[in-house]
């Protein structure tokens, strides 16, 4: 059976740090781009960071660059998400996801897969930043 599980998330105060983590099983995690999404109360999901199988090639949206970063362990089958310089606009629920294209890699240098892509979804962790 398939689980993907966020932890890590809670309170922060603005230009705290927080380090977000999601553990897999179930599929063979090493094949499978990992993406992490967000959704903030009111406004839709959105793609934030993606990386893919061998972490070669990682994506950032604008609003995260410089101050997120993404990694992963397939040994251990987890992804991370170092949140570090942290804003009140990055309250928000973290997802997960776990999408598998061989083909997908190629598009990381400009711009993560679409979240109707991803085959797998966690179900998030709460992230709120409020001093």
């Known amino acids: 059976q398939v689980h993907l599980v966020e932890s890590g998330g809670g309170l922060v105060q603005p230009g705290g740090s927080l380090r977000l983590s999601c553990a897999a099983s179930g599929f063979r995690f090493d094949y499978y781009i990992i993406g992490w999404f967000r959704q903030a109360p009111g406004k839709e999901r959105e793609g934030i960071s993606c990386i893919g199988r061998d972490a070669g090639s990682t994506y950032y949206k604008d609003s995260v660059k410089d101050r997120f970063t993404i990694s992963r362990d397939n040994a251990k089958d987890t992804v991370s998400l170092q949140m570090n310089s942290v804003k009140s606009e990055d309250t928000a629920v973290y997802f997960c996801?776990?999408?598998?294209?061989?083909?997908?890699?190629?598009?990381?240098?400009?711009?993560?897969?679409?979240?109707?892509?991803?085959?797998?979804w966690g179900q998030g962790t709460q992230v709120t930043v409020s001093s």
């Open positions: 996801a776990a999408l598998l294209d061989p083909l997908a890699v190629r598009r990381l240098a400009t711009d993560c897969p679409r979240g109707d892509e991803y085959q797998y």
